[in-house]
């Protein structure tokens, strides 16, 4: 019989028990459940409202369960409600009376939205953890090609010169804001739902601020039926990892592209790539395929978590039951794409001639061209007219900025003169774009230094 059971009078169908127990998604949670119970019962007792003999039987045996669960030896009824049915049952199983008062002045309801929190906790402590070596991932390898010559793209078509490094630390910052979102999703996470009851409080002296400090909160939520019904902390955290895989993806695709032959910008290492059933030639980018695809899930995920919360009435109601199953696969997804992008990334390997190759076609010194005249006074828009009929000419004679006679040039303005070889030459382009923010090497290594000082910062406040 269902521990409710009380003003029932039968058995509840065993397909509904099935429709209605979220047990094979939320035993998951059964350490939070468990450190929840231990912090509840020793404030209980604190407190008067058990005794010191049922605080002890509860110490003594949820510790034991959890290790149990942990290691295999206490399976779980796939028949309990939920995790927190199961776990009170099997305790009362094992201490009679002292399991029975473990629930007083408490609900499933603040039971719930606690474990959620501490489960989450845990989980973007590990998520900010992968993002961090993600960021310094691209560091190192941005490092390494602070002076690697690339064509930077717009509209995916060949614009100015950069660098490889430039590219890579401008994931570098997207990745850090992720880590700065989680940190303050975190923050406003991080207070107690406990004390809550199942919406309205409850006429035992807890004190809802012991169970709060004891399990790491800032604070309690300071209203209970906001406490049980809340679930903005999942909505804001399945934003966050969805802003994050947008960023996974789109390098997912670059790395993609720059896989092709068409680009070959990149090889990747063996152990993370894939090969064809057919195809004896093939070697496959999956990972960034999966990473790309998988960016969809987490997304869906958000939606669910919005169209679930819409229109709710106040406190609790069973449809956010349905919040576990998808923030569960938005942080499980997140890690895994992390824990896979990184390695690949930390091993694939640049290909500089390629690059450059790349940068010296496709006129992606024609900005510099003209900006060469506009330093010698002609004004811009007619720097801007010249350079482009430039182009025209080259484009017609199968040649490049780089390759067209002295004469040329003087044709089309007077002011060009042998220093202009020098000024379009791609080093001087990159090197010359000197501002902060800039691919200029030196402005490169200052980026990273940037990056590194902020993760460090960040990994110190936030818990990483
Ligand atoms: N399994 C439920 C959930 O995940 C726990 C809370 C149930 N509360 C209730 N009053 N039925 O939301």
């Known amino acids: 019989m269902a521990m409710w059971a009380g003003r029932f009078q039968k058995e509840l169908d065993p397909r509904t028990n099935d429709f209605n127990s979220s047990i094979r998604f939320d035993a998951r949670m059964f350490r939070e459940d468990i450190t ?10 604190k407190q008067g409202i058990i005794s010191r003999e049922d605080l002890e039987a509860i110490q003594d045996q949820l510790p034991k369960i959890c290790q149990e669960i942990a290691d295999g030896t206490l399976a779980i009824d796939p028949n309990a409600e939920d995790i927190h049915m199961f776990v009170e049952a099997e305790l009362t199983a094992r201490v009679g009376d002292a399991g029975k008062r473990l629930h007083t002045g408490r609900s499933r309801n603040d039971q719930v939205a606690l474990d959620i929190r501490l489960y989450l906790r845990r989980e973007m402590e590990e998520i900010s953890k992968l993002a961090g070596e993600f960021v310094e991932t691209l560091c190192d390898l941005a490092e390494k090609n602070a002076e690697t010559i690339m064509p930077g793209y717009t509209h995916l078509q060949r614009a100015q010169p950069i660098t490889f ?3 890579l630390m401008a994931y570098a910052f997207m990745l850090l804001r992720d880590l700065e979102r989680l940190a303050q999703t975190r923050a406003r996470m991080n207070y107690s739902p406990l004390g809550s009851g199942a919406l309205a409080t409850t006429t035992h002296p807890l004190d809802r601020y012991a169970t709060a400090a004891a ?17 903005d902390f999942c909505l804001e955290l399945a934003s ?18 720059w896989c092709s032959w068409e680009f070959k910008f990149v090889e990747l290492d063996d152990a993370f790539a894939t090969g064809s059933s057919i195809m004896p030639q093939k070697k496959n980018p999956d990972i960034t395929e999966l990473v790309r695809g998988k960016t969809g899930r987490v997304y869906g995920d958000l939606m669910t978590l919005l169209t679930m919360m819409k229109g709710l009435p106040l406190a609790y109601n069973k449809d956010m039951q349905e919040d576990k199953e998808a923030i569960f696969d938005a942080v499980d997804t997140v890690k895994l794409c992390l824990e896979t992008v990184i390695p690949m990334t930390r091993t694939m390997r640049p290909i500089p001639e390629n ?17 060469y005249l506009a330093k010698k006074g002609v004004p811009f828009r007619a720097a801007y007219k010249i350079t482009g ?21 003087r044709q089309a303005s007077p002011v060009f003169e042998e220093d202009i070889y020098q000024a379009i030459s791609l080093e001087t382009c990159v090197k010359g774009r000197n501002l902060p923010g800039g691919p200029a090497p030196d402005q ?16 110190e406040e936030a818990h990483v």
């Open 355 to 371: 690059m450059r190759a790349a940068a010296a076609k496709g006129f992606i010194n024609a900005t510099d061209c003209a900006d």
């Open 165 to 167: 490094g430039h590219h």
């Open 240 to 257: 966050d990892l969805s802003i994050l895989m947008m960023h996974l993806s789109r390098f997912s695709e670059e790395v993609v592209l």
């Open 36 to 45: 929840g119970s231990l912090a509840h019962a020793a404030m209980l007792a």
């Open 389 to 409: 009929q430039l182009v025209a000419r080259c484009i017609d004679q199968g040649l490049t900025l780089e390759t067209l006679p002295l004469s040329e040039y």
């Open 215 to 231: 399990l790491g909160f800032d604070g309690i939520v300071e209203n209970s039926l906001d406490g049980v019904s809340d679930r």
């Open 444 to 459: 490169v290594k200052a980026q990273i230094a940037t990056a590194r000082k902020t993760l460090a910062a960040l990994k």
